[in-house]
Nanobody, 124 residues
Framework: QVQLVESGGGFVQTGGSLRLSCEAS????????TAWFRQAPGKEREFAAV????????YYTDSVKGRFTLSRDSAKNTVYLQMNDLKPEDTAVYYC?????????????????WGQGTQVTVSS
């Protein structure tokens, strides 16, 4: 199995920046893609961004495109989500998820392994 640990959440004002980290451990050779999802209070968990561990292909949902940047440090088995120009609607618990072989997905059910989540709060 693969264990994921997120860090880097916090409280920022509108327009501010945060960088989230997701460190993978365990059977990391099984990881195909890593994605970030987020869940605001009372809402369903939604996809934000994904990166392939095979070819570093990236995909972002429209609401974060141009503001969020996903990257990976293969030596550290860590994926980073740099979030700039944050808005109050970005407030959510952010979850890191790993896919162990199903492809480059954007649905919750595409991912087998999940972290515990990290809270991001953006004040207006």
């Amino acid at each position: 199995q693969v264990q994921l640990v997120e860090s880097g959440g916090g409280f920022v004002q509108t327009g501010g920046s945060l960088r989230l980290s997701c460190e993978a451990s365990g059977l990391t050779e099984m990881v195909v893609t890593t994605a970030w999802f987020r869940q605001a209070p009372g809402k369903e968990r939604e996809f934000a961004a994904v990166i392939s561990w095979i070819d570093s292909k990236l995909y972002y949902t429209d609401s974060v495109k141009g503001r969020f940047t996903l990257s990976r440090d293969s030596a550290k088995n860590t994926v980073y989500l740099q979030m700039n120009d944050l808005k109050p609607e970005d407030t959510a618990v952010y979850y890191c998820a790993a896919d162990l072989g199903h492809g480059f997905g954007s649905k919750v059910q595409d991912y087998e392994c999940w972290g515990q989540g990290t809270q991001v709060t953006v004040s207006s």
